[in-house]
């Protein structure tokens, strides 16, 4: 998608301008490139932590509404410039940002009087060789392979079935530990501890103050994509715990997102139209009598799914021999999808004819196990035993039991 492929230009850019800066290539344009990129990051992240005083239902831009900070106002809590391997709360990139501000006016002030290695053929020849490797390397992370080295929450190893409890336990001992209370007719602020509340609660009637906000107790344990994670069947039932909970090796299909061009047909069918009439016997008992009348042309809508032909090859050439294979050793295989209803995976299935279980799930987190689309996850008893993009399967032949 265009999110990826933007995503991957930031990085190669960030990078080659570090390096371009280091060098001192083309002077005047890296330093306004530098200035002006970081400008709009320190807007960005300033703007995200600046959200923290902004409550609910208040206009960013009314500021006279602003109360105090509180984390759990902001959409975004992690600015995501090193991803999963540092993360950075919105305040620390905001205060970053502006310390890199500094030197970001100093290069435009003075780009004349940067200091330049080499000569300008070999600074040139490495900021081009830098971004062609840099470009391979991050086509490779999804488009070929998944990253060698994981720091998300299901990396090779992770006992999901054992941190999903932690995490989930770690969520349900949060209590509630005090409340902000505003007076509707001053404006005025106070907090009060749960106890203290509780106790004097008919003091501060709801006519005169309303609840604000409920400052809880931090969970032992933050949550993350694996405390979030959800399989759902097509029935609707959460079928997360059976899959963690099976001792024997089990497949998941990871597909985030599937490709297809959806298109509502309509059908002609024959609709069997019939009379109901109550007959009574001699006895005076009734009964229902069903007699065919007509047959009546009926138009029928339904939405068909045209599948990108990739897509469908790869379930076709992996997944589905997969499926097969591993019904035959008496193991599970599971297609888990994001954003499909069960009349697409329906639709699907005959497709690919892979007599797997089809389960749904959200994609952010789909995305987070694994990136491929699809992707193939081993499990065995709650933890990950291995993962592979989807041209990376080596078959179930060759995989270790």
Same mark, same amino acid.
């Given at each position: 998608?265009?999110?990826?492929?933007?995503?991957?230009?930031?990085?190669?850019?960030?990078?080659?301008?570090?390096?371009?800066?280091?060098?001192?290539?083309?002077?005047?344009?890296?330093?306004?490139?530098?200035?002006?990129?970081?400008?709009?990051?320190?807007?960005?992240?300033?703007?995200?932590?600046?959200?923290?005083?902004?409550?609910?239902?208040?206009?960013?831009?009314? @500021?006279?509404?602003?109360?105090?900070?509180?984390?759990?106002?902001?959409?975004?809590?992690?600015?995501?410039?090193?991803?999963?391997?540092?993360?950075?709360?919105?305040?620390?990139?905001?205060?970053?940002?502006? @310390?890199?501000?500094?030197?970001?006016?100093?290069?435009?002030?003075?780009?004349?009087?940067?200091?330049?290695?080499?000569?300008?053929?070999?600074?040139?020849?490495?900021?081009?060789?830098?971004?062609?490797?840099?470009?391979?390397?991050?086509?490779?992370?999804?488009?070929?392979?998944?990253?060698?080295?994981?720091?998300?929450?299901?990396?090779?190893?992770?006992?999901?079935?054992?941190?999903?409890?932690? /995490?989930?336990?770690?969520?349900?001992?949060?209590?509630?530990?005090?409340?902000?209370?505003?007076?509707?007719?001053?404006?005025?602020?106070?907090?009060?501890?749960?106890?203290?509340?509780?106790?004097?609660?008919?003091?501060?009637?709801?006519?005169?103050? /309303?609840?604000?906000?409920?400052?809880?107790?931090?969970?032992?344990?933050?949550?993350?994509?694996?405390?979030?994670?959800?399989?759902?069947?097509?029935?609707?039932?959460?079928?997360?715990?059976?899959?963690?909970?099976?001792?024997?090796?089990?497949?998941?299909?990871?597909?985030?997102?599937?490709?297809?061009?959806?298109?509502?047909?309509?059908?002609?069918?024959?609709?069997?139209?019939?009379?109901?009439?109550?007959?009574?016997?001699?006895?005076?008992?009734?009964?229902?009598?069903?007699?065919?009348?007509?047959?009546?042309?009926?138009?029928?809508?339904?939405?068909?799914?045209?599948?990108?032909?990739?897509?469908?090859?790869? @379930?076709?050439?992996?997944?589905?021999?997969?499926?097969?294979?591993?019904?035959?050793?008496?193991?599970?295989?599971?297609?888990?999808?994001?954003?499909?209803?069960?009349?697409?995976?329906?639709?699907?299935?005959?497709?690919?004819?892979?007599?797997?279980?089809?389960?749904?799930?959200?994609?952010?987190?789909?995305?987070?196990?694994?990136?491929?689309?699809?992707?193939?996850?081993?499990?065995?008893?709650?933890?990950?035993?291995?993962?592979?993009?989807?041209?990376?399967?080596?078959?179930?032949?060759?995989?270790?039991?």
């Amino acid at each position: 998608s265009v999110s990826i492929y933007f995503s991957v230009g930031m990085i190669i850019l960030e990078i080659v301008l570090g390096l371009a800066l280091i060098l001192g290539a083309f002077p005047k344009l890296t330093s306004w490139i530098f200035f002006i990129l970081l400008a709009f990051f320190t807007f960005l992240t300033g703007f995200t932590y600046l959200t923290g005083y902004v409550g609910e239902g208040v206009n960013f831009f009314e @500021f006279s509404k602003w109360g105090a900070f509180n984390e759990n106002n902001m959409k975004v809590k992690d600015c995501g410039c090193f991803g999963d391997f540092i993360k950075l709360k919105p305040k620390v990139s905001f205060i970053k940002d502006c @310390f890199l501000m500094l030197p970001a006016l100093y290069f435009v002030l003075k780009h004349k009087k940067m200091h330049q290695l080499f000569s300008p053929r070999t600074r040139t020849i490495a900021l081009t060789v830098t971004a062609i490797g840099l470009l391979i390397y991050c086509l490779s992370n999804f488009k070929w392979d998944i990253p060698h080295a994981d720091f998300r929450p299901f990396k090779v190893g992770t006992d999901v079935k054992a941190q999903r409890k932690a /995490e989930l336990d770690a969520q349900g001992s949060i209590q509630v530990i005090a409340f902000k209370l505003k007076n509707r007719a001053s404006g005025k602020v106070v907090e009060l501890s749960n106890a203290v509340y509780m106790k004097e609660w008919k003091s501060y009637p709801k006519e005169e103050w /309303e609840v604000i906000d409920q400052v809880s107790s931090k969970p032992a344990l933050e949550l993350s994509k694996i405390g979030e994670m959800e399989f759902t069947s097509l029935q609707g039932e959460d079928q997360t715990d059976i899959i963690l909970d099976d001792a024997n090796n089990a497949f998941l299909i990871i597909a985030h997102k599937l490709y297809a061009d959806a298109k509502t047909v309509s059908n002609v069918v024959q609709d069997s139209i019939f009379t109901i009439d109550t007959l009574t016997n001699d006895k005076g008992e009734e009964s229902i009598v069903r007699n065919f009348e007509r047959l009546e042309e009926k138009t029928v809508k339904s939405v068909q799914h045209d599948f990108d032909s990739d897509q469908i090859n790869d @379930f076709k050439e992996i997944v589905s021999p997969l499926a097969a294979k591993a019904k035959e050793k008496g193991m599970k295989t599971y297609i888990v999808a994001g954003g499909a209803d069960p009349e697409m995976l329906a639709q699907l299935e005959e497709k690919i004819q892979s007599g797997a279980t089809f389960l749904t799930s959200d994609d952010i987190v789909l995305k987070t196990i694994v990136r491929s689309n699809p992707g193939i996850v081993q499990m065995k008893g709650g933890k990950i035993v291995n993962k592979w993009h989807k041209s990376k399967f080596p078959g179930f032949d060759k995989l270790p039991m």
